[in-house]
């Protein structure tokens, strides 16, 4: 979308690149061609984390084939009780028709149809929803991928400002949501801004209708250049964060939906802060261990695939270092798990001290973590020692105790052991379980 270009009368959006899309029956996603996509379990879990409805159903019968958790949740029923009944039997008279306007212009020759423009939500009359729907050939016949995304927030918009302006100024002075009409007739302005724009910015709505480049100074790096992008005539998103320096010093993020108008567009902003922040914290509790902060197995996979792809054409090696805590049931046996919590963490601080910036150290297991290195043709570091001897120093349990944790560790590089990730992670384990056996034997000799 340009700034000032004429309307989209598409009702185009940005839709989930992930939908499943291809061909099969009764199968919700499309199977894995590649050892590195991703199975259909985290497929299916990604389509139920999504906020927009996805739902794919045959064009012959409407029979559903596949539902993600936002369309069940509409429906009030779990996705099991869905799959296999016909759609004519959960829409209402009124879905019905919108939907049969919608199928009769869909077909191989028109695979993409969009509402013109959003229907009523089914489960809160107060939402409004735009459909995408997607013409899909099927093992047993055509088939429809319909996505829909939440557009109440553009259609209230819209709405809003095709009133009177004095009923548009007096909605949009009471409302929470910054709404802002930017003209670029004679030159770039805002021609209104509600009231709020204070909360994210500590500029009133005034200051910045008279002095707009107020509101660009107040933009990050990123979110300024984006602007400056769109005044200079090129596209913008139908949604977008933006993040804004508060007079006060603080960071203000504000999710922006947009809508072209003549000579200009306008839009909502919401603050959003407080929700990126949890999502954002959420995204990492996933990928890092809750004790030690250190990676998890997730995401010590994904950075494993992602360097033995990087060093395929490279003389770089990839390689592991499995480590196993051979004495810490001890600890928790006579000291107990606070104590144990403690000494993980401190091994999780020293393993992170003695490897090398850019090396990826993971907790695997309860006592077992893992360090992912690529090693240049130059590298002559040894790692192993540097871990042994980091480990080899007593670790503080209170004022009159301390413990020293033997180590077991193995090694394996793709040299040795190949560039398949499971081979590589069994053959650093195999390697240090003869470490183990090697110690045993020592002290039992």
Known sequence: MKLGAPRDRSGGGDWPASAPISSGVNSRVRPASHENEPTSEQLNNTLDALSERICRYSLIDRTIIYCNSAWAAARHMPQAQLIGRSLDELLTPFEKDALDA????????????????????????????????????????????????????????????????????????????????????????????????????????????????LLLDALDEDSLAMVTAALNGERLPRRYDMTFHHTDGSHVIGEVQVTDIKDGVQGVLREVTEIRALQAELANQALRDQLTGLANRRLFDEMLDSSLHRTLRTADRVAIIYIDLDSFKVVNDTYGHTAGDEVLREVARRLQAAVREGDLVARVGGDEFLVLLELRPTDDENLVERIQTAMACPIGIDDENAVTIDVSIGFADTDSAGRDPTALIKAADADMYADKRRAAAVRDA
Not at 157 to 186: G, K
């Open 102 to 213: 919608q199928l009769s212009l869909l077909g191989p020759g028109t695979p993409i149809v969009r509402n013109s423009e959003p229907v009523p939500a089914p489960e809160t009359p107060d939402r409004w929803v735009r459909w995408v729907d997607h013409y899909v050939e099927g093992a047993l016949g055509p088939e429809v991928l319909a996505v829909g995304r939440d557009a109440t927030e553009a259609y209230l918009a819209r709405q809003q400002l095709e009133m009177s302006e004095a009923r548009f100024r007096e909605l949009a002075h009471r409302s929470a949501d910054v709404i802002w009409r930017f003209s670029l007739i004679p030159a770039p302005h805002f021609d209104y801004i509600s009231p709020s724009v204070f909360n994210l910015t500590g500029f009133t709505a005034s200051e910045i209708q008279a002095d707009f480049t």
